[in-house]
């Protein structure tokens, strides 16, 4: 087969249409292909009766990430999306009846806190929380974002290990420490742990087995904002599918690969769809679960075996997710909510160790309505529940367990947040279960959140973006490096494209493409 100086991108959720777009922008002929009929994977949206939801993601955090995407075309982020911040960012409800705002800035949340839990030790605590956090922040922004990592070798430069400064750094890692246990250093107030716990829900994962870097994120949090998309998060995919069309990236939706085809020496030469087609390429980048890639994509290939050896994979959890058309709106929500379980460390006990469904749950709550009136008839809401639950054993049948857990669910909402009525102010239901998110986005285990983020050292590590095992082979989403979530999974599609050209494997078709404000898009969807 001739060299094509093509690049496939298989798959089209954030990931993968961040690289796109990248490539494109840097003058690369690419083709997406998507085995779903929409563009976005996760972030996609559901409509009925009047009330539109976003499925799958509903906090944007760290909107930086997304305009480097679009700055790679010399598009500002201003002009493609209208962002609201909002702030108080979270509103936390426990279940010996309290409520606490998180807020951005920090002396509104130490005020909050001294009136919550006065005598002052839980302001200072969590000053003290957040200057490590703003630490660890650093350290990612400085050692681990933007480049292909794939361990702690990657990290840091060995004849620069016994350097004061990089020792200095390590050791604010904390390696001989967990998250759970960093936060309850400085937060004794449990409701206030509990809370500080739930940014390792972000990348589904138990704060008690995580690694102590990822106390980060409250910091990516506070630092950047929490902001709402007008239209939705659905909005992102809509705006990065418009700017790939511009960039004249070749979509091909509704096309599974069912493999990649590599040659005699192991290098990717294509891929082959469902339909039998044999797709010519120079290089491949897979936005498809990193684990599903080698496991089927390159199934029986010595490069699998390689990548199996490297590590034990463990997805990070599931969940379910009611979306919930309400003839009235509860004064009590924020835009975002965490109804939290009475005990997380039996909550987490369940989902993470003993791999079923938590008996009283956190659920997290999104109510848009108030931001944004077009999401519900007036005064309706278009309420979104999201529980986290065990990744999918075998076991688990989610038709036959749902009805229970839905109940659960109610119960815990109506007793914890107050919404005693919320089952008669149903108009619209529909569910996901973690069978429909496995199912649906061809994910590991129905993980939402790509792989666990579980040990001390090497938990923050996940495949890194340039395959060492297949030349020509990159990997961008959330079960790749740098991991999960939104502003993650646009890093990891753009290192995944930058790593690609930095490697030269295929040519550019003439240099990169520039816009203008009136060039249409001509993308040619099969
Ligand atoms: C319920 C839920 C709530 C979430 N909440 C948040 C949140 O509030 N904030 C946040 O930042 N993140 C959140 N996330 C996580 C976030 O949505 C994901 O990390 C991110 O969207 C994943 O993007 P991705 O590029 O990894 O791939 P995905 O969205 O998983 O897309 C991968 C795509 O590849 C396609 N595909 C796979 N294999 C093939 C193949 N062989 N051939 C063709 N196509 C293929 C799939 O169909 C899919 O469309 C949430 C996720 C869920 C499900």
């Known amino acids: 087969m001739s060299k094509s100086e093509r690049i496939g991108v298989v798959g089209g959720g954030l990931g993968g249409l961040a690289s796109a777009c990248t490539l ?62 909002l702030d108080p960012q979270w509103r936390s409800f426990f279940d010996d009846g309290a409520t606490l705002d998180l807020h951005a800035d920090v002396a509104a949340m130490a005020s909050t806190l001294d009136a919550f839990a006065p005598g002052g030790a839980a302001s200072a605590g969590y000053r003290g929380f957040l200057d490590l956090s703003e630490r660890l922040d650093d350290i990612s922004r400085r050692y681990y974002f933007w480049r292909s990592i794939g361990s702690v070798r990657d990290m840091f430069d060995p004849s620069a290990t016994f350097n004061l400064s990089t020792l200095g750094d390590l050791i604010a890692m904390r390696p001989w420490s967990t998250m759970g246990a960093t936060i309850r250093s400085y937060a004794r107030d449990p409701r206030v742990a509990q809370m500080l716990d739930h940014f390792t829900q972000y990348v589904g994962s138990a704060p008690d087995l995580s690694p102590t870097v990822l106390c980060g994120i409250a910091r990516m949090q506070t630092g950047e904002g929490v902001w709402y998309p007008r239209g939705g998060t659905r909005a992102v995919a809509d705006a990065l599918v418009r700017l790939a069309g511009d960039l004249g990236v070749e979509f ?37 679960d990193s684990v599903r890639t080698h496991r089927e994509l390159l199934a029986g290939r010595p490069a699998a075996s390689r990548f199996e050896r490297r590590r034990r994979y463990e997805p990070a959890c599931s969940g379910v997710v009611m979306y919930l058309g309400l003839d009235r709106r509860y004064e009590q929500l924020l835009h975002h909510n965490f109804v939290f379980s009475r005990d997380p460390h039996e909550e987490f006990d369940f989902i993470y160790r003993k791999g079923e469904p938590a008996p009283d749950p956190t659920c997290y709550l999104c109510a848009p309505a108030a931001t944004d009136p077009d999401v519900a008839p007036e005064g309706g809401e278009a309420l979104y529940v999201l529980v986290h639950t065990p990744y999918l054993r075998s076991h688990h049948d989610w038709d036959a367990l749902y009805p229970a857990y839905r109940r659960t669910i109610l119960d815990k909402l109506a007793k914890t947040a107050g919404m005693t009525d919320l089952e008669s102010r149903i108009k619209v239901e529909r569910r996901l279960t973690p069978q429909d998110i496995h199912d649906r986005y061809r994910v590991l285990d129905g993980a939402i959140y790509g792989l666990a983020s579980h040990g001390r050292l090497n938990g923050a590590f996940k495949p890194a973006n340039r395959s060492p095992d297949v030349p020509g082979l990159y990997l961008a989403g959330g079960a790749a490096h740098p991991g999960p979530g939104m502003p993650m999974v646009l890093m990891s599609g753009w290192i995944a494209a930058d790593a690609l050209d930095q490697d030269g494997v295929v040519e550019r078709r003439g240099g990169a493409v520039s816009l203008d404000a009136n060039s249409s898009a001509h993308t040619a969807v099969s």
Do not use: H, Q
């Not at 009330?51 to 509903?58: E, H, S």
């Not at 030469?269 to 936005?287: F, Q, T």
């Open 252 to 288: 091909v939706v509704g096309a599974s690969v069912d493999s990649i085809a590599t040659d005699a020496e192991g290098r990717v030469e294509g891929v082959d769809l469902d339909d039998g087609r044999r797709i010519p390429l120079g290089a491949v980048v897979s936005n498809s």
């Open 24 to 85: 494109a922008a840097r003058g690369y002929d690419v083709v997406l292909f998507e085995k779903n009929p929409w563009l976005g994977g996760k972030a996609a949206v559901l409509t009925e009766g009047g009330y539109r939801f976003d499925m799958g993601p509903t906090i944007l955090l760290m909107p930086s990430v997304l305009a480097k995407i679009f700055a790679e075309a010399g598009r500002d982020l201003k002009d493609e999306l209208d962002l609201i911040p």
